[in-house]
């Protein structure tokens, strides 16, 4: 092992990370934890705190922005970010404006499908509104050289899989 940790064991079974890479999962447990608080701590936005979720995967921390039923990022069948989403993204952005990794911004519809006879779908629904939020990140001064990849998956990868129409199923995630 190059790393010098042969034979040293992790818990869950998984290979010892190393210095660099506990540093990033500190930096990144201080980076939820600083959203959490500050959307806690604001009262126009501690009624959506629960819209926030964390998920770490292999590209570090996900922060999902969840559509419910009482609660819509966009206008329907639009790009147009509301104006409490919009709050909610600023907030977001302040506590992601003290780091430096790269960002990826992916954009989820539900399975409503458009009207048909038009060209619109939600392959062109979701890429649109991920573009929208990284301008609106980009607005509240994230820097346009971290943005790595901007996505629009539709509706392929749903929060919930039994219900493919659940408002759950439109977000927004910023890993």
């Known amino acids: 092992d190059p790393s010098g940790n042969e034979g040293q064991g992790t818990m869950d079974g998984q290979e010892n990370q190393g210095p660099y890479q506990e540093l990033e999962k500190i930096k990144l447990d201080n980076l939820e934890e600083h959203i959490k608080k500050n959307l806690r701590l604001n009262r126009q936005l501690s009624a959506l705190k629960d819209q926030v979720q964390f998920i770490r995967d292999k590209e570090g921390l996900r922060i999902e922005i969840i559509d419910r039923a009482d609660f819509s990022m966009f206008t329907s069948g639009t790009a147009k970010l509301l104006p409490r989403a919009e709050a909610l993204i600023k907030s977001v952005s302040a506590s992601l404006q003290s780091m430096t990794n790269a960002l990826v911004v992916r954009g989820h519809t539900d399975s409503t499908p458009f009207i048909s006879g038009g060209s619109r779908s939600n392959w062109s629904l979701s890429a649109e509104r991920a573009e929208s939020t990284r301008v609106a990140l980009e607005n509240f001064g994230i820097t346009p050289a971290r943005f790595t990849r901007i996505e629009g998956v539709a509706d392929t990868q749903p929060f919930n899989e039994r219900n493919p129409a659940d ?9």
């Open 167 to 175: 408002p759950r199923n439109r977000r927004m995630s910023i890993t």
